[in-house]
């Protein structure tokens, strides 16, 4: 288990049938780290001290500030974990846009992004992959694996990439979904993977921005247990994502792009 990433509170539990109880809660640690770009600080985000290289060079990426991995040219973790320092090539205009006109997100953590309009907007994702049922099914039962930390805290989400053969690419927690994205993405690249056959399973539900996050790094076919919203089903027809929500037990809801997800 993540111990570093866990508290344990004392608290009183008020029972149901009268009384009460005394008791410890393990409840997740999240931290406000910095990110620097270019010896600039550009954002502090609240998250989960872990992963934060993948989370930085995620975040530049789905908000269109570096083109790719090789735009870095030095990263590093400092200040035991709370500061991100890159040097990088960067879009200038697309760096503007997060402080020029943000909206904010309907993340749990109140995400913030400046870059919905554009160049992202008009991106589509023409991949021809196809992915049998059985083998969704049994990338939904490798998603529930290794979920210790959630377990324990009830308090954070996932995202994994998977190929489409289910085996996977990375794996990602964080308190805010957007920050667990960003984070699994940035690993992905790090570790120079190619998504453009990749599926992203999430434990949140599926919003526009969700969805264009997927979109800028060309993944696919995007898959929560949870529900989607009217304007991320309308952007993943535009995009061309295959979006999947409600899927658990044994069931899904597939709202875009049916024809990659094979069902005879």
């Known amino acids: 288990m993540k111990d570093k990433h866990i508290a344990r509170i004392p608290f009183m539990r008020i029972e149901r049938e009268g009384g009460y109880r005394e008791r410890i809660d393990e409840v997740i640690c999240e931290e406000r780290i910095a990110l620097h ?25 789905s908000e269109a500030v570096i083109d790719s991995i090789d735009d870095i040219q030095h990263i590093e973790v400092v200040e035991s974990g709370l500061r991100v320092n890159i040097d990088a090539k960067i879009k200038e205009e697309n760096l503007k ?48 694996e290794d979920n210790e930390l959630f377990n324990h805290t009830g308090c954070v989400h996932k995202a994994v990439l998977m190929h489409k053969d289910g085996s996977k690419i990375a794996t990602a927690f964080d308190v805010g979904r957007h920050n667990a994205v960003d984070k699994v993405v940035g690993k992905a690249h790090l570790a120079r993977q190619k998504l453009d056959s990749a599926i992203l399973c999430v434990s949140g539900r599926l919003s526009l921005e969700m969805v264009i996050k997927s979109a800028m790094h060309n993944i696919p076919v995007v898959i929560s247990r949870a529900a989607t919203t009217q304007l991320a089903i309308q952007a993943a027809q535009k995009l061309g994502i295959t979006l999947i929500g409600f899927a658990r037990e044994g069931r899904c809801n597939i709202y875009t792009h049916q024809s990659r997800i094979l069902v005879d």
Not at 40 to 60: C, R, W, Y
């Open 97 to 144: 846009n997060l402080y020029h006109e943000k909206t904010l997100t309907s993340g749990c953590c109140v995400g913030v992004t400046g870059n919905f309009e554009g160049k992202i907007i008009e991106k589509f994702v023409a991949s021809q992959v196809r992915v049998k049922i059985k083998v969704l099914w049994e990338i939904l039962k490798k998603f529930y």
């Open 37 to 61: 770009l270019n010896g600039n600080k550009i954002l502090s985000t609240m998250s989960i001290p872990e992963d934060q290289d993948a989370h930085a060079v995620g975040f530049l990426l």
